[in-house]
């Protein structure tokens, strides 16, 4: 069933009847309608977290899903199963705090196992990661990003709302460690919350080999007027890092990286720049979303979503799964609707995974 959302016009799709004709053609991997190959995959493994940064969340009044909404690990693993028939070849686990899902060493396992997934990959706030970098590395994960906005421990607890940042770095150590490389380290730049700290972070790359990638913060919902007042461009932020550095080197793009990479002059680690607000990279787009409930959602910054967990528990078979996903590969929107004022309102960054 295709219909639009009552309030937001967004595409909402619901197969209640799983048994759907096949729809397109077994191209693998999965071309949308504009012909960019879609095979990389973000999944949310849980909306909740252990901290409450304020760019992604609210203070207070989220309501989290209640457990038996999130899709099981077995469900997740059909599900996944069916995405890599569908041309998948990478995933990444998001979240929410993805650390939180119950049993996510035998979950990654599982995953890796999963013929035609060829890489695991996780955005992690690291707080548990101290203990558990290590197995996951056993199990099969081959690299993280962590998020760090601060390196002042009082600023970092400020902006997380409680976060440690003694136990993030505890999980840096060990993901360097365990081998979980290239180690990416996301910075969220807000205006007046944590630019002062553009040169002391953008200089960890001029002692370890670490990528710093720097995030322009997007308006989603509980957020958005804070996004608003304090997005800094790519832009400015690259001539405020030369200035201080000398010209930056260009290191190139891959060819759906949405990161501009830079390295200051000598360095061994890199500066990346993404920049979905002031410089979108929708051309070269090659991603869909999972949900932790199980909808498939077409694109971060609109609306659309189509209900795969409907399919699941009405029996739909890996098949038929399959042919959902290309079906909802085929829909994924051209871009987002910025520049024109059109903002997503139905999910938070934390209830999609970034
Ligand atoms: N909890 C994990 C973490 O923080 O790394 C994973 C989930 S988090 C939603 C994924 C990424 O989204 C993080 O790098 C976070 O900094 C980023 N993020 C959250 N809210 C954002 C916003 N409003 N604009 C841009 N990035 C945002
Ligand atoms: Fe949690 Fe990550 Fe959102 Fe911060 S950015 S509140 S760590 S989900």
């Given at each position: 069933?295709?219909?639009?959302?009552?309030?937001?016009?967004?595409?909402?799709?619901?197969f209640?009847?799983?048994?759907?004709?096949?729809?397109y053609?077994?191209d693998?991997p999965a071309?949308?309608?504009?012909?960019?190959?879609?095979?990389?995959?973000?999944v949310?493994?849980?909306d909740?977290?252990?901290?409450r940064?304020?760019?992604?969340?609210?203070?207070?009044?989220m309501?989290?899903l209640?457990?038996?909404?999130?899709l099981s690990n077995?469900?997740?693993i059909?599900?996944l199963s069916?995405?890599?028939a569908a041309?998948f070849?990478k995933?990444?686990l998001?979240?929410?705090?993805?650390?939180l899902?119950?049993?996510?060493v035998?979950?990654?396992?599982a995953?890796k196992a999963?013929p035609g997934?060829e890489?695991i990959?996780?955005?992690?706030?690291a707080l548990?990661?101290?203990?558990?970098?290590?197995?996951?590395?056993?199990?099969g994960?081959?690299r993280?990003?962590?998020?760090?906005?601060s390196l002042?421990?009082?600023?970092f607890?400020?902006i997380?709302?409680?976060?440690s940042?003694?136990?993030?770095?505890?999980?840096v150590?060990?993901?360097d460690?365990?081998?979980l490389?290239?180690i990416?380290?996301?910075?969220?730049v807000?205006?007046?919350?944590?630019?002062d700290?553009?040169?002391?972070?953008?200089?960890l790359?001029?002692?370890y080999?670490?990528d710093?990638r720097?995030?322009?913060?997007m308006p989603?919902?509980?957020?958005a007027?804070?996004?608003e007042?304090g997005?800094?461009?790519?832009?400015?932020?690259?001539?405020?890092?030369?200035?201080?550095f000398g010209?930056?080197?260009?290191?190139?793009?891959?060819?759906?990286?949405?990161?501009?990479?830079?390295?200051?002059p000598?360095?061994?680690?890199?500066?990346?720049?993404?920049?979905?607000?002031?410089?979108?990279?929708?051309a070269t787009c090659?991603?869909m979303?999972?949900?932790?409930?199980g909808?498939?959602?077409?694109?971060?910054?609109r609306?659309?979503?189509?209900?795969?967990r409907?399919?699941?528990?009405?029996?739909?078979s890996q098949?038929?799964?399959t042919q959902?996903?290309r079906?909802?590969?085929?829909?994924k929107?051209?871009?987002?609707?910025l520049p024109?004022?059109?903002?997503p309102?139905?999910?938070?960054?934390?209830?999609i995974?970034?």
């Amino acid at each position: 069933m295709l219909r639009d959302h009552p309030t937001t016009g967004a595409t909402s799709i619901t197969f209640i009847e799983p048994h759907c004709p096949p729809l397109y053609e077994r191209d693998t991997p999965a071309h949308d309608r504009y012909g960019r190959r879609i095979d990389y995959l973000r999944v949310s493994l849980t909306d909740r977290c252990n901290m409450r940064c304020v760019y992604c969340m609210p203070a207070d009044g989220m309501q989290f899903l209640p457990p038996p909404d999130l899709l099981s690990n077995q469900e997740l693993i059909l599900v996944l199963s069916a995405a890599a028939a569908a041309g998948f070849r990478k995933i990444r686990l998001t979240g929410g705090e993805p650390t939180l899902r119950h049993e996510i060493v035998e979950l990654v396992r599982a995953i890796k196992a999963i013929p035609g997934i060829e890489q695991i990959a996780m955005t992690t706030n690291a707080l548990r990661l101290g203990r558990l970098a290590a197995p996951l590395k056993a199990a099969g994960l081959d690299r993280v990003n962590i998020s760090i906005d601060s390196l002042d421990a009082r600023k970092f607890r400020q902006i997380t709302r409680g976060g440690s940042l003694d136990d993030v770095w505890a999980g840096v150590w060990a993901a360097d460690e365990a081998g979980l490389h290239p180690i990416k380290l996301n910075a969220v730049v807000v205006r007046g919350m944590n630019d002062d700290e553009l040169i002391r972070l953008a200089a960890l790359t001029t002692h370890y080999s670490w990528d710093l990638r720097f995030i322009e913060v997007m308006p989603l919902t509980g957020v958005a007027g804070l996004a608003e007042e304090g997005v800094i461009s790519s832009t400015e932020l690259i001539v405020r890092i030369a200035a201080h550095f000398g010209q930056l080197e260009s290191y190139g793009q891959g060819s759906s990286d949405p990161a501009r990479r830079y390295r200051i002059p000598g360095a061994p680690g890199t500066l990346g720049f993404i920049s979905a607000v002031t410089d979108p990279f929708c051309a070269t787009c090659n991603r869909m979303r999972l949900t932790a409930e199980g909808r498939m959602h077409l694109c971060l910054l609109r609306d659309d979503e189509m209900d795969l967990r409907a399919a699941v528990r009405a029996g739909a078979s890996q098949d038929e799964i399959t042919q959902l996903i290309r079906h909802a590969v085929h829909l994924k929107p051209w871009g987002h609707g910025l520049p024109e004022g059109v903002l997503p309102t139905l999910r938070g960054m934390s209830q999609i995974g970034g």
